[in-house]
């Protein structure tokens, strides 16, 4: 990690706001791709639907200021969202679980756009062991305390059925991961000093079916 | 739509609670595999590190009380939960954007699992388009209008390039799909009556990469 890291990304941010700070950057590339040159906090306000003293708030975090009346520089701010975000910076991760998530996520692209880097895959399956996905090698779940520090991997994704969530979680952070990145619906508990990051993808589910039925079609 | 949806479904619960019980259910299906006859909220906080009287608040919703020092039976629970969720039904959707993230979404079977049923997939490549992912019928977005009637698809999920979300969230409410589900990192408007679910899959790799900044490794 080298000190422009420890300057920047190294602050810790509240959560929200970190989570609103990708909304900006998406909306940039587009403003880019359209050849906007500047744009204002209350421009970006409205096409977000987020209010514009919170996104001036946000945006100090970052130690970039606007010009008055004019706004900020559309490029400059992109690059420097996609800096402090570390989404240019290659982070390598284990995927843990091949199969239908598992490898979906392997072959979405998109994730390397925002710099994650899958470097191996792990399966318990010896239908699935030795195989490929989209480039990525899958290994057995023996092999995975070594792997993480001869791949130089720091998170580890957790794609595996729910019973299994807590058992891998535990596996990775004996092998040195740092983060997990948790898509089960399994609430696992890490060891202090161990990022944890969940992705509850049914839970979503479960908010649009209620607010569905309730329109009584 | 029947009659018990309207009675249970049909409720607007707080969307913190609607997150929740997709942990509770995930938690019992895994007691129930182990054979594990009875559970009480007490077993249910410890294992999921969520407050025991949030559960217990939770559980009230669902019309079902569990018997004092004894708790709730697993397999009775489950089903509740997974009925009143509805995870056990099939809701129709159409996905947009049948590239990289789209098309691991389609092939994802856990979606099913959770009632997610989708039938068509809509992108504008024309190598795709005509195409099978998964058994799944990839069609052009011209034809989008007719299909979401054709096929009873009342959910619309957005997989597609920033630039393009909220054009294609206009298109899906024109068409008269009445739920969106947004995996980009726009921040989408619909009209009133159309219900939006956005996962953010990169906002939670903004908020994991600065906390393992954080920790100097």
């Known amino acids: 990690m ?9 602050l810790q941010l509240p959560e929200p706001t ?9 909306y ?3 403003l880019h791709n359209a050849a906007v040159e500047y744009i204002s906090t209350t421009g970006i306000a409205r096409a977000l639907n987020v209010d514009p003293s919170q996104i001036a708030k946000d945006l100090s975090f970052l130690g970039i200021r606007g010009k008055t009346r004019i706004g900020y520089r559309v490029d400059e701010l992109e690059n420097t969202l996609r ?3 570390g989404f240019d910076r290659r982070h390598n991760a284990i995927m843990v679980g091949a199969g239908s998530l598992g490898a979906a996520l392997i072959a979405d692209s998109g994730l390397q756009r925002y710099g994650l880097n899958i470097v191996a895959g792990i399966d318990i399956n010896p239908a699935i062991v030795g195989t490929e996905i989209s480039g990525v090698k899958i290994y057995d779940m023996a092999e995975l305390p070594g792997i993480a520090s001869r791949l130089d991997a720091h998170i580890g994704i957790i794609a595996v059925p729910v019973e299994s969530a807590q058992d891998v979680a535990d596996k990775l952070a004996s092998a040195g991961i740092k983060a997990i990145w948790n898509f089960t619906p ?20 479960a908010v649009m079916y209620n607010r569905l039925a309730s329109l009584n079609l």
């Open 2 to 10: 080298n000190e422009k890291d420890l300057n920047t990304a190294s």
């Open 186 to 205: 399994s609430r696992i508990t890490v060891p202090d000093g161990v990022v944890i990051a969940n992705t509850s993808i049914y839970s979503h589910l």
């Open 83 to 85: 800096d402090f975000l």
């Open 28 to 30: 940039l590339s587009t």
């Open 18 to 26: 970190l989570r609103r700070l990708p909304w900006y950057l998406a």
